[in-house]
């Protein structure tokens, strides 16, 4: 009786000690888990959570793209309507009605991203540029043509590096938009440079 009871006794701290193991190794393994999990949300050394949109589910940098965006469509729209009064040379005029076209497009169509993304774009040029459209209204023929083409080059420089950021953006209604209106801004950038290099 004594033999047996000692054998249960032991059975039962085996049981005890095996059943002790297997908790501390299922915290182990749990306290690893959460390690991978919380690297998983690490950029740079930084966790990416806290730079995520909780609304909209936009992380800042595909805010901040839709943003410099809208200032950008706004530029050109606003410098391809003076285009289409003050340039002297048709090819130029032709460049500006497409810009026209195209920008509004793009604008509409980003403006409609935004407001699904919950993300407030501006609706008005900032100061600067401002300036810079108040300025070129005063200038007409040959010395618009040769400043606005100029500018066009180096708009579309900035805007093609711009949209290959938004390109690569995890979100997808973003991308996709994003890589599309690329092909389109590529397409003006190419433009933009034969018409400037024939004026010189």
């Known amino acids: ?35 991978v999990a919380g690297d998983t949300n690490m950029v740079n050394g930084n ?11 936009l992380d800042e940098a595909g805010a901040t793209f839709l943003r410099k965006a809208a200032v950008g469509g706004l530029m050109e729209v606003e410098a391809a309507k003076i285009a289409e009064k003050n340039a002297g040379s048709a090819k130029v005029k032709d460049f500006a009605a497409q810009m026209l076209t195209d920008h509004t497009k793009a604008n509409t169509e980003l403006k409609a991203l935004a407001q699904e ?3 407030i ?38 805007t093609i590096a711009l949209f290959k950021q938004g390109s690569e953006n995890r979100d997808a209604s973003l991308k996709n938009w994003a890589t ?21």
């Open 117 to 119: 993304k919950k993300v």
């Open 180 to 200: 599309k209106t690329l092909t389109v801004i590529e397409a003006h950038d190419a433009l933009a440079r034969k018409i400037s290099s024939e004026m010189k």
């Open 121 to 158: 774009t501006p609706d008005a040029l900032p100061a600067e540029d401002q300036i810079h459209i108040d300025a070129m209204k005063k200038m007409t023929g040959a010395a618009f043509d040769k400043h606005y083409m100029e500018m066009m080059v180096t708009d579309h420089e900035k």
């Open 47 to 57: 966790h990416a959570t806290g730079a995520e949109s909780t609304e909209s589910g």
């Open 1 to 35: 009786m004594n033999s047996n009871k000692t054998f249960f006794i032991g059975a039962a701290l085996a049981l005890a000690v095996s059943i002790q193991a297997c908790q501390t190794a299922d915290k182990k393994s749990s306290t690893t888990k959460d390690s």
